[in-house]
């Protein structure tokens, strides 16, 4: 199967030409001829229209030019064919952008009499831009110029040079005259100086296979499928190649299993799935794995990041982007929230050139952008993998699809501003002291316990505490693994700075995810900062039995789901720097033993 | 060496539809999948239950009853919902007649056709559907080359060609206010003849018309019409016996046949890869009205 995107400017004869290869191709029935052949005839034209055979709806008809995309299907002996014909004047580049997204090859149309124009400049760079693997320039009306080898060269020399800026695996040139048929189904006897094979030919043998990802397995769950004694893990493969036995993470959470069993629809057993195949996977172990989680080999990750660099393309009239802008992003199976940040530069599709004094992007225009997610992306850069590496934006105030992106390689060139003050010129050393455990263990007590020590000592500290920093810092998140990862991950942040800056933070944290943690400490490691791990190890009917706030009675009824330690996991730390037990003693007590950790540093 | 890791071309088709089946499923409150019986609705219906596996269907299905259906039709229609496992909630026409919501056409080449699109409306909102998937392909007819798989529809149930969202990549936006929905349709890329190699390759079953069998049939405008209770004979219209078989099926004042004996799906494909005429075009007079026939009433919210 090929997906091809067409592109030509208004008077090129893109309409003809595809026209020409589903009437050469005999894939235009009897009736649907007779109807073009009766309009053609009621508007005194005195040959076969080809082009009313694609100009769907009656505003194209009447105006005479195609105004959105519209999928043709030819099928040949070799191959089924789906065209998308998109139009090529200016106003409409959002849909030769739409056309060429899911594209193997893209199809451009010039004039011969004209030879290359902006417009085919434009078209090859959207499709260079949204990944198309495959070029073929169409140089159409060869009739008009005489049929002269000489002017298919100068073009194909022409266009040569442009493309050589671009990105494109493969190029090809296909001289033709669309009205008359020569080299888009038959090889023409009038070109007899032109070596290749007929447009039709061509598409019919170009290799796409090879265009995939097959090497970066990834998965994006798309919808848990569950009977009292089934559950699979149902999505499209996004990339690379899945079978039973292999070794996999869930993203984000992180949690490791293997591969149990793979199927496709209605159950079928699948021995390696592959792009772009819809599967379901059942895992060997029971894990907490929802939908915009994503499957992928464990030294194999995507990027995880919540700052997006990406092209975009701006699809509306009705508003234009500019930095502030807040929007929905969906990618893969996630839908989450984005806030633009910057507008980089903006593209002249013509030239290529870059302005970067532009303060918007509006429609049919392309520039590079950064955006702020809410929650991270599992991504991949586009140019490696199309489904894990675009995006697109929707306008909560209208719900219309404004934007295409397509995300970069992420650049680790975020630039650190070097610091006149040194940590050791501070008047006191800072640390963080991470109290993990059930809800109602005991975390804040203790914590609490030990800053007013702290400050009564004369030692700067600070508190903070998970359930308090949901009301300002961390209000815009629940408690899916990947809200519960984010949060970790900002509390984390915020500890290390006030360690930086000299202080005793004290996070009082459920924190049920060791991947989480560890992660923070790393951070911690990696700026040099100590970090102690305190596991507040009250056994679950201890805390159950304490509930204070009544939360254990909630989740077990049914109120709230994924409530730690009754439907969701705790994971317990494998290197905590000290474990509190009831047994250990009362707040006070506890409290001491934690300050002890602070002896012998700073 | 094998060429490895490719899927055939009904593979992939069957990939994108279940794609879509599942996104639909995970993103809306209350889908609903519109059945007809005719074959692209049945296969919709296979492709869910295969999408699903082994869980049931996930949503029930929605038939707008013209009133005026081919006996075998209604039978087959509830042997596959108790098959599937499926609810069905039946929108009758006759209710919106009685209602005086519609005014039903008279003489002899009255059809309820058109007054569908009221009750097919009627059923979305009535049920709160905020998503309904429909057997429409692309191939079928020039206005539907142009629709998205997943198509807004406004609070009227309206569809305006001229402001559909883009569609990129497989990432649908089914973004809608209350009162709106979205029509999806998962075999958007399926031609006529992809329907019956998946027919005869998943050995999908169909109501019986679709295969040549003997009934009592008359000419009526260059097509071959089903001779039935609905339909009163003009001056000079005779019916006789032919063997005959459906490509399509509508309601029974408008869905003609055609001549055959192809009984089984192989045979079937056979003289579909043969023929030189389109489907809608050799059986459907609704679609005849004009050359904007399918537009406008798409516009209106028809299937």
Known sequence: MLRLATAGSVDDGKSTLIGRLLHDSKAILADQLAAVEHTSRQRGEAELNLALLTDGLRAEREQGITIDVAYRYLVTPRRKIIIADTPGHVQYTRNMVTGASTADLALILVDARKGVVEQSRRHAFIASLLGVAHLVLCVNKMDLVDWSAERFEEIRADFRRFAM?????????????????????????????????????????????????????????????????????????????????????????????????????????????????????????????????????????????????????????????????????????????????????????????????????????????????????????????????????????????????????????????????????????????????????????????????????????????????????????????????????????????????????????????????????????????????????????????????????????????????????YEVPSEAALVLRPEDGDPAALAAKVLELLDGEG | MTTAYELSPLRMLEAESVHVLREVAATFERPTLLFSGGKDSVVLLHLAAKAFWPAPVPFPVMHVDTGHNFDEVLEFRDRAVARFGVRLVVAAVQDDIDAGRVVEETGPRASRNRLQTVTLLRGIAENGFDAAFGGARRDEEKARAKERVFSFRDEYGQWDPRNQRPELWNLYNGAHRKGEHIRVFPLSNWTELDIWRYIRAEGVELPSLYYAHRRPVFHRDGMLLAHSRFIELLEGEEPFEASVRFRTVGDATCTGCVESTAASADAVLAEVAASRITERGATRADDRISEAGMEDRKKEGYF
């Open chain 1, 165 to 569: 800026k671009l990105n494109v695996a493969d190029l090809a040139f296909v001289p033709v005259s669309a009205l008359h048929g020569d080299n888009v189904v038959q090889r023409s006897a009038n070109m007899p100086w032109y070596e290749g094979t007929s447009l039709l030919h061509h598409l019919e043998e170009v290799h796409i296979a090879s265009d995939r990802n097959l090497i970066d397995a990834r998965l994006p769950v798309q919808y848990v499928i569950r009977t009292r004694d089934f559950r699979g893990y149902a999505g499209t493969v996004a990339g690379g190649v899945l079978k039973p036995g292999d070794e996999v993470v869930v993203l984000p959470a992180g949690f490791s299993s293997r591969v149990r069993s793979v199927r496709g629809p209605g159950g079928d057993v699948v021995d390696e799935a592959f792009p772009p195949q819809a599967i379901t996977v059942q895992l060997e172990d029971e894990l907490d794995v929802a939908r915009g989680d994503l499957i992928c080999r464990p030294h194999n990750r995507p990027h995880v990041g919540q700052e997006i660099d990406a092209m975009v393309c701006w699809l509306t009239e009705r508003s234009a982007l500019t930095p502030g802008a807040r929007y929905t992003l969906r990618h893969t199976t996630r839908s989450v929230r984005a806030e633009v940040q910057e507008l980089v530069y903006r593209m002249d599709i013509n030239t290529l050139h870059r302005d970067e004094t532009a303060e918007s992007l509006s429609l049919n225009e392309i520039g590079r952008v950064r955006l702020r997610t809410q929650t991270p992306l599992l991504f991949d850069a586009y140019r490696r993998n199309r489904s894990t590496g675009s995006f697109i934006l929707v306008d909560d105030a209208t719900n219309n699809t404004v934007a295409a992106g397509m995300i970069s390689e992420p650049s680790a060139s975020i630039v650190w501003h070097p610091a006149a003050v040194r940590r050791s010129d501070r008047a006191s050393q800072g640390m963080t002291l991470w109290l993990t455990g059930l809800s109602a263990s005991g975390k804040s007590t203790i914590a609490t316990e030990v800053e007013r020590r702290l400050v009564a000592a004369g030692r700067p500290a600070y508190l903070l505490d998970g359930d308090n920093l949901r009301h300002g810092l961390n209000a815009d998140l629940g408690f899916s693994a990947g809200d519960r990862a984010e949060n970790v991950r900002r509390v984390g942040e915020v500890a290390q700075l006030f360690a930086d800056a000299g202080v005793v933070a004290i996070v009082s944290l459920i924190s049920p995810y060791r991947a989480d943690r560890d992660l923070v400490r790393a951070r911690h490691t990696a700026g040099g900062l100590p970090f102690f791990e305190v596991f507040v190890d009250t056994p679950v009917e201890v805390c159950e039995a304490r509930d204070p706030k009544g939360m254990y009675a909630r989740a077990r009824a049914g109120e709230i789901k994924g409530f730690t330690g009754v439907d969701a996991p």
